[in-house]
């Protein structure tokens, strides 16, 4: 089980009532965007959810990653997802945690993953700052 710590906004500093006051509709909504682009394969909408302090966890390095997103959501002829099971784990002063299953199909695969994603805030925005495949069903 996941522990959930949240911040009171009234104990905050001003600069964290945005994280503390954050609802999981508006985090949903965040990944939800993310998903969107992802499945539409627009991929500037897609590397645009990234922060700019995200590090690959399974690349070398961020052009490697960056090159491998390209190649797989680029040459699929179609892509479909499905969020579900979302929760807030953690909340920071200057991070979030989520997790949350997501259903993965095109043409030539599909998978369902328990995904962690760290978000942080960025020129006013929630950015992936950590993305985690913690379970993959395939």
Known sequence: QARVRALRAAD?????????????????????????????QDLDAYFDHYHSRYLPRYQDDIAEWRSNRQRVIGN???????????????????????????AYESGSYQDRTLKKLVLAREDSRWRILEEVNLEVQA
Do not use: K
Request: proline residues 2%; without cysteine; hydrophobic residues 60%.
């Open 12 to 40: 905050a500093p001003a600069e964290l009532a945005a994280v503390a006051t954050d609802s999981g509709a508006a985090l949903r909504a965040a990944v939800s965007n993310w998903i969107q682009a992802w499945q539409a």
């Open 76 to 102: 699929a002829a179609w892509i479909r997802l499905e969020l579900s099971d979302f929760q807030v784990v953690e909340r920071e002063a200057d991070r979030i945690e989520v997790q949350f299953w997501l």
